[in-house]
């Protein structure tokens, strides 16, 4: 579980990042960020019902969460982000969503040198 200072939990906060936030996109994977005023870098994770039934969606959750963790204390500080998985990442294993993910990150340019 990633800690509670690093979760973006409420509803309003999602809404806003995917409304002002810049969006880069992936087979898998979408990546939602904005800056913000806290240090700490925040992460909010979305996973529909189009991905598939409730185990299925928190497999793809527990997986995300795991690869955030290992990666929060890579993560630039004052930012925050939501990581929305695609229907097509099912058929994706571990390290392929691990590789996805560190791409994004890079891309968005969130990741310490």
Known sequence: MLPSINRIKKRK?????????????SKNLSLVMIRSKIKEPKIGLSVSNKVGKAVCRNKIKRQLRAIARK???NLRIHQNFV???????VECDFSKI???VLS??????????
């Open 71 to 73: 990666q929060l204390n």
């Open 83 to 89: 990581l929305i998985a695609h229907p097509t990442i």
């Open 98 to 100: 691990e590789n996805e």
């Open 13 to 25: 906060q999602f809404a806003y990042i995917y409304k002002n936030g810049k969006r880069i996109n």
């Open 104 to 113: 994004l990150l890079k891309k968005g340019n969130l990741l310490n040198e």
